[in-house]
Structure formats: C-alpha cells, structure tokens
C-alpha cells in the first residue's frame, strides 16, 4: 500500500498555527520598497528619483509595524530583534489588499536611533500610521518617538510622533503639537488572540500579498551587471525578499494552545525567534482595524433611497 504523509517546511509541523500552503499561496509581489540609503538621500537628483520609487496610489494608506527589542545594561547584544515592517492597503471593494513591500531588522540598536529610524522610514514612505507594541521594552521607544529627533546622518530633524487615540491608557506626557499617527498596541490575551486570527484570515483570504522568495527573485537581475560584481548592491537588492522568508520561517516555526478563555496563543520553539511575525502581525491588526471603521462608516453613510419608497 502506498503510505501518503504531509509536507512541511523545516520545522512546521502539525501543531503550527501557520501552515506553509497558506502563506507560500501570498507570496505574489515581485517589487520591493527600498528606502534610501545615507549617499543617496545627500545626493539630491539620486534621493528625488528614489522617492518616486513607489507612487502612493489614490485611496490608499501605508502602515508601520514595529516591535521593539532593546539591550540590557548588562548585556551589549539583544537576544531579539527590532524590526520594522512596511505595509500598502489597496482599496479593494469594501476592503484593502495589504501589500507587505518591506521589512529590515536590527540588533541592539539604541532607543533613540529606533525612534529616529522608524521617523525616516514613516517620513520616506509616505506612512499614514505606525502601530507598535507599547509593553516592556516597547515602552522606552514610544517614549522617544514622542521627542523631537535628528539624524545626523543625513542632517534631518523629525518633529515628535505621538498617539493619534487619546483613549489609549499609556503612563507618557506626550506633547500636544506632535504628529498624531500612533497606535498603541497592549498585547493582553484578547488582544494577541484577535492579532493571531485575523493575520490567520489575511493569509486564507490571500488579503495579504507577500514578496516572492528571494531565489525566484534572482532571476530579475540576470542581465544586470553590478548585481554580479557588487556584493553591497546585490545584498540590499535581495534583503527585503530574504527578510520576507525569515519572517515566515518564524512564523511557521510557532505553536500555539487554546486557553480555558477560548482565546488562541502561540509560542515561538526554544531557540527561536518570533520578531519578525510580531511586527508584521501587529501591522496586519492595525490593517484590520482601519478596513472595519472603513466599513462601519461606508455602511452607516449610506442614507435610504426615499425615491424607492414612491
């Protein structure tokens, strides 16, 4: 008899909330973001031509993910990384199609050079809102972003990002005037519960359209000649699609058990990381939240047709 057994991805198994089938079905975009490097955001031509790169389509809105690691003052390397994901929502009907066109991470950078970071980013991609996880060491970065910044990289001051929901139960004195485009995210249990469902629905759906695999990648760049002989140009060209199979390597590498409360959690393996699926998670619930008061505003704007009633 022929025994048939299932396929996975190097450490997927059954008990993977995530499944390979589900994920590899979005992995459709063949463009990535890139954000400018220092030399090319001081040549003024060069940074004028970059920023047209991906043109900001009418009705649409772009997202920052972030979650946030930190050192210890003990400790001069985080055991976790920050990362920063970039997210397009492309009206679509009643709803967005979320492009996730760029993801970078970072290990141990400093507090205040995330804060400015994730500014240049929001600021060079024409971001709407940023989300990021507001507990533990989260908290220190907010707390930064709601200063004022300079990058003396490039000689660019940022004006404070600061919460756009004043509900938000967050122990910071924001200053008034700063630039309202925050969302705070507190990962209680119901919380992380709704974050790991609609990412679960986003990927079923196919809502979330991924950037294809970074070997499929290559074959763009065939004929260009500095990509063969730059290893500095070729590793950043193909950064954001490595990027996108680390992250669902994490993703694929979590577990997850139902609470007595009925709520779904998940756990990364001993051993490995979940930053990356934290960040794009955490921009897939802010992504869902913007397309249902979307859709709650669109329903309640709609008046009756009184001259169906004659």
């Known amino acids: 008899s ?70 210890s003052t003990t400790k001069k390397v985080s055991n976790d990384n920050s990362v920063f994901t970039l997210m397009r929502l492309l009206p679509d009907g009643d709803g967005y199609k979320r492009e996730v066109v760029h993801i970078e991470s970072y290990n141990g950078m400093d507090v205040d050079d995330q804060a400015t970071r994730i500014k240049r980013l929001f600021t ?26 300079y990058d003396k990289t490039i000689d660019e001051h940022y004006e404070p990002f600061i919460p756009y929901d004043s509900s938000t139960n967050v122990d910071i004195e924001f200053v008034e005037e700063g630039k309202q ?75 997850y058990e139902v609470r007595p409360t009925g709520n779904i959690a998940i756990k990364e393996k001993s051993g490995h990381r979940k930053d990356r699926y934290s960040s794009l998670a955490y921009t897939n619930y802010l992504a869902q939240l913007i397309e249902d008061e979307e859709y709650r505003n669109k329903r309640n704007n709609k008046s009756p047709d009184f001259f169906m009633l004659f």
Not at 124 to 144: H, N, P, R
Not at 186 to 196: D, S, V, W
């Open 181 to 255: 485009v925050i969302y705070v995210f507190k990962g209680y249990e119901q919380t992380n519960n709704l974050t790991i469902t609609f990412l679960k629905n986003a990927f079923m759906s196919k809502k979330i359209r991924l950037l294809i695999d970074e070997n499929e990648k290559k074959e763009d760049f065939e004929k260009d000649k500095k990509y063969h002989t730059d290893g500095e140009y070729k590793a950043l060209k193909m950064l954001p699609f490595i990027q996108t199979s680390q992250c669902i390597f994490e993703t694929l590498n979590l577990e």
């Open 2 to 71: 022929l025994t048939i057994t299932k396929m996975y991805w190097y450490g997927e198994n059954e008990n993977s909330f995530f499944k390979s089938s589900e994920i590899n079905d979005c992995r459709v975009l063949k463009k990535a973001y890139y954000p400018l490097t220092d030399d090319e955001y001081r040549n003024e031509d060069i940074k004028k031509k970059k920023l047209k790169q991906m043109p900001k389509l009418p009705g649409e809105i772009r997202l920052i993910g972030c979650d946030i690691a930190v050192c």
């Open 124 to 149: 060079e991609f024409q971001a709407d809102k940023m989300i990021i996880d507001a507990q533990g060491v989260g908290y220190s970065v907010l707390s930064s972003l709601g200063k004022s910044s």
